[in-house]
């Protein structure tokens, strides 16, 4: 979907069984749970439910989108609960932030893909630092495309790092009903 289409539909709030009224994500919530809070990286992160909870737990959270609408939306939410989020809006599929190298203790891309962020995400990342991804994959029958993997396909892009969690299929997060693959992965000490 084109970011003008994302735009109309947090403007016209049609993604509010997901964005506005959900809780954030749960494997989220659970990862960060088990961590000490510190720098946290939200790509993709739309009207920022994610990037609320972590930055009321005590985060230093950085939150980017490509939807200007959602952005605001995350702006004034964060107002509103007296949060210092950094905000930016950015296309990253062109390329628009620049993810800083071994800056984020843990980053997060929740429900988007794109195969050409893995790298500088994980780079991203501090030694010893954590990267979840929740990407939607293929149902049997159905044509691989752009925003999906195949089922196996998400841990590939982790090699060398230690995967602390692995699943494929319906997620626990009630507003995707969409079987996804999830990575919850470490970092290296030594990398």
């Known amino acids: 979907m084109e970011i003008h289409e994302w735009n109309k539909r947090y403007r016209l709030r049609e993604h509010a069984a997901s964005d506005f009224e959900s809780p954030p994500t749960p494997l989220l919530v659970e990862t960060a749970t088990a961590l000490t809070p510190g720098k946290a990286l939200d790509l993709a992160c739309g009207a920022g439910r994610n990037a609320l909870w972590l ?11 490509g939807a200007s609408e959602a952005i605001e939306i995350l702006r ?3 107002a509103e609960r007296n949060l210092p989020i950094e905000v930016h809006v950015a296309d990253l599929e062109k390329g628009e932030y620049e ?14 893909l794109q195969q050409n962020l893995f790298e500088p995400a994980k780079r991203g990342v501090k030694p010893g630092g954590i990267l979840i991804s929740i990407v939607h994959i293929t149902e049997p029958g ?7 993997l195949r089922p196996g ?34 970092r290296p000490l030594d990398s």
């Open 55 to 65: 930055a009321e737990r005590g985060w230093q959270v950085t939150a980017v989108d």
């Open 76 to 78: 004034a939410r964060a």
């Open 99 to 112: 993810i800083e190298p071994s800056r984020w203790d843990l980053i997060a891309i929740c429900y988007y």
């Open 142 to 148: 159905q044509q691989q495309s752009p925003h999906s």
């Open 153 to 186: 396909e998400l841990e590939g892009f982790f090699k060398g790092w230690e995967i602390l969690h692995r699943h494929e299929g319906i997620p626990s997060d009630k507003p995707h009903r969409r079987s996804v693959a999830e990575i919850v992965a470490r």
